[in-house]
């Protein structure tokens, strides 16, 4: 199994911007799909962003336009750039990893990634 960390969160103002980072163990790195995903209190886990091994990336509606994921393969990181964040935006986001996934679009389903993170706290105050 691949070792997740997640960093970055903390609390911010509306319109305010956050970057996140997973760093990830493993020396395939480069050939993981990865995958941000979110929790808020009493709601379902919900998608973000991910990535491909090949840079493909998909988002959620949500966050479509606001949110930017990419990935570092020299240092096993991924990394979400958050700008314009709004209070709907506030949960506990994971960072997720497929080990195995060959296509070019990412999966977006937590039950396709094998991986996961402890999560860091993002708040953002209206």
């Known amino acids: 199994q691949v070792q997740l960390v997640e960093s970055g969160g903390g609390l911010v103002q509306a319109g305010g911007s956050l970057r996140l980072s997973c760093a990830a163990s493993?020396?395939?790195?480069?050939?993981?799909?990865m995958g941000w995903f979110r929790q808020a209190p009493g709601k379902e886990r919900e998608f973000v962003a991910a990535?491909?091994?090949?840079?493909?990336?998909t988002y959620s509606d949500s966050v479509k336009g606001r949110f930017t994921i990419s990935r570092d393969n020299a240092k096993n990181t991924v990394y979400l750039q958050m700008n314009s964040l709004k209070p709907e935006d506030t949960a506990v986001y994971y960072c997720?990893?497929?080990?195995?996934?060959?296509?070019?679009?990412?999966?977006?389903?937590?039950?396709?990634?094998?991986?996961w993170g402890q999560g860091t706290q993002v708040t953002v105050s209206s």
């Open positions: 997720a990893a497929n080990r195995n996934y060959g296509r070019s679009i990412p999966p977006s389903t937590p039950n396709e990634y094998d991986s």
């Open positions: 493993g020396r395939t790195f480069s050939m993981y799909a």
């Open positions: 990535i491909s091994w090949s840079g493909g990336n």
